[in-house]
């Protein structure tokens, strides 16, 4: 093969005249070789395409990019594996890469970094998905500590303060212990959007329990979310590395998918820090947890029992024994986890395991009433999933996807 300097040689040689003998002389290669160039060298027939591991998956990538707005290829990395994928991850990469939308740039702003122990920041996220063909949603609770990128989150029905107060619980037991501070947005269950005289008006109850902890609250400038950049990143994550495309049947296993996701991105490489969260944890220090007594008294709500002995809590009716005789009278509900305690009077009256479904009924050991056991029809057992942003849509996909 020649280069082509001396392809144009040979052009610009024919024009002058010379004949192929003389050219070919003149630049010391065969006759054939200039009568080739000159007549135009053919094109090559182009190879046939070989085929590629990621073939046979192409549609479900569309489908993850086009209805889910999937588009972080370690999210459907694992996911591809599962069907039977065998292909590398940079090949993934290579072929989401094309399909992705075009960034727009953004001013930069400078990045504020924690000494260990010192500060967490939380927030709220809006999640929709679909069920029996009805746009529904929940809240996610997320949390992260600055200096190790520690994260955390849970969903729950609700962002009211009590539920709050209770997310916040589960994340500092998640931590294994408290912050200095804590960091979140100008919320109505937080901040009452007025200053008393150079001091900011709290929400009394989230005062009153965040100073029983030993913790400082704070919250970002208005309109300035980047304040808190770490927990609106991770919010972020969550919606596009989690959410997308994952089917569940209820809250619990919904949680739990969300529990072992939180798990691996904590042991992964961060990429502002090159380090391990877990690794980091270590180094955090964090303040040591109270006692179980300092939390009962800011997750308990009150709730009016019904005449026919129940009470609602997040769309579920709990039953409550026939004595002592409480209908019509005002009751407290604690959550832990996945218990539900009522008091009466300050005794404990009834334990009621929680349904992770709206719209049940759970029977308490004694209690007289003709209601049904469980309104909800057999149809409410069909998983639940994300929803595009056009026209929400789940398919009978199983669990796991």
Not at 49 to 74: F, V
Not at 165 to 174: S, V
Not at 281 to 287: A, I, P
Request: aromatic content about 8%; hydrophobic content about 35%.
């Amino acid at each position: 093969m020649i280069r082509s300097g001396t392809i144009n040689t040979i052009h610009e040689l024919s024009a002058q005249g010379k004949s192929i003998h003389a050219i070919a002389r003149e630049l010391g290669i065969a006759r054939n070789t200039v009568r080739r160039y000159l007549r135009g060298k053919p094109e090559a027939s182009p190879r046939p395409k070989r085929g590629s591991k990621l073939d046979a998956y192409t549609g479900q990538i569309h489908r993850w990019i086009n209805e889910d707005h999937l588009l972080n290829c370690e999210v459907m990395l694992p996911r591809l594996q599962e069907m039977g994928y065998q292909g590398s991850s940079s090949t993934l990469r290579a072929y989401v890469h094309t399909m992705r939308p075009r960034n727009i740039g953004r001013a930069p702003v400078m990045r504020y970094e924690t000494k260990p122990g010192e500060q967490m920041q939380y927030d709220w996220g809006e999640f929709h998905y679909e069920q029996q063909g009805k746009d529904r949603k929940l809240y996610g609770f997320t949390a992260v500590l600055g200096y190790s990128r520690m994260r955390f989150v849970t969903f729950v029905k609700r962002c009211d303060t009590p539920t709050m107060l209770r997310c916040m619980r589960e994340a500092f037991d998640y931590f294994g212990g408290l912050p200095r501070t804590a960091l979140t947005d100008r919320m109505k269950s937080v901040f009452l959007d007025e200053m008393d005289g150079e001091k900011p008006k709290w929400n009394p109850v989230f005062a009153d329990f965040m100073a029983t902890l030993g913790i400082a609250p704070r919250v970002c400038k208005p309109y300035k979310p980047q304040t808190k950049g770490k927990i609106e990143r991770t919010v972020g994550i969550i919606k596009n590395g989690f959410w997308a495309g994952v089917h569940f049947t209820d809250l619990d296993d919904l949680n739990e998918q969300a529990s072992t996701w939180c798990d691996r991105l904590n042991q992964k490489v961060h990429r502002t820090t090159r380090r391990v969260p877990l690794d980091l944890w270590v180094e955090e220090n964090l303040l040591p947890l109270p006692a179980d007594t300092a939390w009962e008294r800011y997750g308990a709500e009150e709730r009016r029992v019904s005449l026919d002995g129940f009470v609602s809590f997040d769309g579920v009716l709990y039953g409550l024994p026939s004595t002592p005789a409480t209908a019509g009278a005002m009751v407290q509900v604690w959550k832990r986890q996945r218990e539900l305690r009522i008091l009466y009077g300050g005794q404990l009256i009834a334990t009621h395991r929680i349904r992770p479904r709206s719209r049940g009924v759970r029977h308490a050991p004694g209690a007289v009433c003709g209601r049904a056991c469980d309104p909800v029809s057999a149809a409410s057992d069909s998983p639940c999933g994300t929803p595009g942003r056009g026209s929400p849509r789940v398919g009978p996909t199983p669990l796991g996807l």
